[in-house]
């Protein structure tokens, strides 16, 4: 191994760092390894497994033009004190392209990380895989995908970071098959790269910023803010019990911050809780953890800036958030929220869950988006969940919009919120009321939160004094 002196405090803001630049830029520390599978680095065939005229002269040149031997670098590294291993790409030997022995190389940095238990952070920045090499190199592929899947089922993290360009196999693997996916603004990602898109495709759906509102990635971050959010990721990620052989003590609900006298009616409580001064999902977070970090986005496409998602430390330890916002939850954001208790559940992080929506978006782009199947599979990460699961009803509890996000039997509730079956208006129309029977039909359908309680449909009214736990 070869030991690495800490980096200069200013990491370097261009996009094109070589390997070790940016390996630096975020480690306290690093030391290199090499791999010890696949065949003798010392010993490659001539010109490649295909006979490529010309291509040992093309690695020549990369070497001499990086002083790498291969287009990634292979590292145990700290983190703001967390020990990680770290891979990074030279996109200056041969594009970053992966073949054979790049694929060696991500091989052993994945079983070390397996054997020492540690969480894998990629620095991505690749062309793809490398033509020289043909389908030897685009197998590599399939290599990674098995070696991420192992590690995935091992409970460790992994964070990938895309540098410019990430495309091709790089981003179908590495990037997008990560559980945290960091962009540096402005960096190509996408799968088809510049020379092989359609020349009339929309160039801000191959760019970080274009990926992150199709709810690819989860966070743009300028490259100097960067080592900070890794430190932060990998904090709340590593220190995670991975994965747990008896479940986590669950999240304590958080307490009231709203007004804490019950609601004389039905629709009392149905004023109170569309009332626009009521706490909402931000003002709880910020009362419940000491800091966080969020994903973004559903990985098919979509994001709901309505469904708030993500990781925070609360006295020590670390609990996963899915937090509605108050509006109608689109299909994007019950997603969302399955991939976060999905993952939450991997890596054995407890989680909490904020429920307030009016209901779930109804709309014909909704219902072609996948409403149903959404929803359902939400329901499904809930029921299936090992690690436990608390809810909290902060607001509007709007039909089964709301109920997906509600944890089986351990569902708390504000006094300025209420749940019901269906709107009272909605209940009322279905049952061919009057509008002036909206508010009587509120009170039939018993949704303040004592009526919730009575029913059994939750376990308590939270309080401005609840235990932090």
């Not at 690695?59 to 990086?66: G, H, L, S, V």
């Not at 029921?383 to 509007?396: F, H």
């Amino acid at each position: 191994m070869h030991e690495q002196p800490p980096p200069s405090a200013t990491p370097l803001p261009s996009l094109r760092l070589t390997a070790r630049q940016a390996i630096s830029a975020i480690t306290d520390s690093y030391a290199e390894f090499t791999p010890t599978t696949g065949p003798p680095p010392t010993s490659p065939p001539a010109d490649g497994p295909l006979n490529w005229h010309g291509y040992d002269a093309s690695r020549e040149r990369a070497r001499a033009r990086t002083g790498e031997e291969e287009s990634v670098l292979t590292a145990l590294a700290t983190l703001g004190g967390t020990e990680a291993v770290v891979l990074s790409f030279e996109f200056g030997f041969l594009g970053g392209s992966l073949g054979e022995r790049t694929g060696d190389r991500l091989e052993a940095a994945y079983a070390i990380a397996r054997e020492r238990r540690l969480p894998l952070v990629s620095l991505i920045a690749t062309g793809g895989s490398r033509m020289q090499e043909g389908m030897r190199a685009l197998s590599q592929l399939q290599r990674v995908a098995g070696q991420s899947a192992l590690n995935r089922a091992a409970g460790l993290p992994q964070i990938a970071v895309l540098r410019d360009p990430t495309t091709g196999g790089g981003w179908a693997t590495l990037g997008a098959g990560a559980d945290v996916i960091l962009a540096l603004p402005k960096a190509q990602v996408g799968f088809a790269g510049s020379r092989v898109r359609p020349p009339d495709a929309d160039p801000t759906a191959y760019c970080a910023e274009g990926q992150f509102a199709a709810g690819q990635v989860d966070a743009v971050v300028p490259a100097d803010e960067l080592r900070a959010t890794l430190q932060r990721w990998l904090r709340l990620l590593a220190d995670a019990p991975r994965p747990p052989t008896t479940p986590p003590s669950p999240a304590p609900p958080p307490s009231a911050l709203g007004t804490t006298d019950m609601p004389e009616s039905g629709w009392a409580a149905v004023l109170r809780a569309r009332d626009t001064h009521r706490p909402r999902a931000e003002s709880y977070l910020r009362a419940y953890f000491d800091d966080w970090e969020e994903l973004s986005g559903d990985r098919c496409g979509g994001r709901d800036p309505g469904m708030r998602c993500g990781f925070g430390h609360r006295d020590g330890r670390t609990i996963a958030f899915a937090a509605q916002c108050g509006t109608a939850t689109r299909p994007s954001g019950f997603r969302t929220a399955t991939r976060l208790i999905r993952l939450a559940d991997r890596l054995g992080i407890p989680v909490l869950t904020l429920v307030d929506t009016p209901g779930a978006a109804n709309d014909a782009d909704a219902e072609r988006a996948g409403a149903g199947a959404a929803i359902a599979d939400t329901f499904a990460a809930l029921a299936s969940a090992r690690v436990p699961v608390t809810s909290l009803l902060i607001g509007e509890g709007g039909s089964g919009g709301a109920l997906a996000l509600a944890a089986p039997g351990q569902l708390w509730a504000t006094p300025d919120s209420y749940f019901s079956v269906i709107a009272p208006e909605m209940a009322a129309a279905i049952l061919k009321r009057d509008s002036h029977e909206i508010q009587h039909t509120a009170d039939q359908l018993r949704i303040c939160p004592q009526d919730l309680l009575e029913l059994g449909i939750i376990r308590g009214i939270v309080t401005a004094e609840t235990d932090r736990g």
